[in-house]
């Protein structure tokens, strides 16, 4: 083990180190996705702004932010192997710095939590265990090329799109919201796992079996395509049954956008997987608000 990680007396010589400790470029998923709540809730926007802006918080910078900082402590090793240069294996966040931030920035979203209503507290827990429970030992989710990205998947995308709805609502939203936040939480899947590619090196050395690990590139993002394509179309099945068939169109046009998005994924998964990741995932992204829009005319409950 390396003296960085074992020395509990040294201090941060860079704060902006905790900046990238917890990864700003990572919140904006959940803050999406918490923001599509919101509107597909159909409550009124002005009146709520204070909740709006306090469950963002919480979505990206803290809960988001926390599971980096967990996730970077928990996997220091396997980064001293595919990013070296990253805060703690680097020891520019030395001795146990990394962990207590992360421990203490779990205690802070369980705070926030607490203000924002009962439903969004109990998601608020379900965020800060499952992020440990996808890096920490015994359990470490990530190990596992399914689970590991159906957990993050699900806090990415998933809850903070039931929080969004719920905190607004302040009650648990209609079976029609949790059913398109969970569609699109599976569709996330296949995003997951299009990311694992740029850690497949150290993946291997370390025993994480990942999809790429599993099964290769090239297979693994087959099965990411179809991961994030399937969800999706149930999501224009649904829209067309409840009446909402312009906002099922559309969202339509962006699958098909996707679909030849992926079609150059998978000539060379591995070489076009940040590509695609800057297109393809962009239209999925964007189909998520149209599809919350077109929610908003049946209401939060």
Request: positive net charge.
């Amino acid at each position: 083990m390396s003296v960085n990680y074992i020395k509990q007396n040294q201090s941060i010589s860079n704060p902006l180190a905790v900046l990238e400790l917890i990864k700003p470029i990572t919140w904006f998923p959940p803050m999406w996705a918490y923001a599509c709540g919101v509107i597909s809730s159909g409550m009124d926007i002005v009146t709520n702004l204070g909740l709006i802006i306090l469950g963002i918080v919480l979505a990206g910078p803290v809960v988001c932010g926390m599971s980096q900082a967990a996730n970077d402590w928990c996997d220091r090793h396997v980064d001293a192997i595919n990013q070296p240069n990253r805060p703690i294996p680097s020891g520019r966040i030395p001795g146990l710095w990394g962990l207590w931030i992360a421990i203490s920035m779990s205690a802070i979203a369980l705070v926030i939590g607490w203000q924002i209503g009962v439903w969004g507290f109990y998601a608020t827990i379900i965020g800060v265990a499952a992020a440990w429970a996808y890096s920490c030992e015994p359990i470490r989710l990530k190990r596992s090329g399914w689970w590991g990205p159906g957990i993050v998947a699900l806090c990415y995308e998933g809850l903070p799109w039931f929080t969004g709805a719920a905190v607004m609502s302040q009650a648990f939203p209609s079976l029609k919201i949790v059913l398109i936040a969970a569609l699109y939480a599976v569709g996330a899947h296949g995003i997951m796992t299009l990311n694992d590619f740029k850690a497949l090196k150290g993946d291997r050395q370390t025993g994480i079996n990942s999809l790429p690990v599993q099964f290769g590139p090239n297979k693994a993002a087959k099965i990411a395509c179809w991961v994030m394509t399937i969800p999706q179309l149930l999501v224009i099945i649904l829209m067309s049954s409840w009446g909402a068939a312009g906002h099922a169109v559309f969202i339509g046009c962006l699958v098909v956008g996707q679909f030849l998005a992926m079609r150059k994924l998978l000539k060379d998964p591995q070489k076009f997987a940040p590509w695609y990741n800057a297109t393809g995932v962009l239209m999925f992204v964007l189909g998520m608000m149209v599809c919350a829009f077109g929610l908003r005319n049946f209401g939060a409950f």
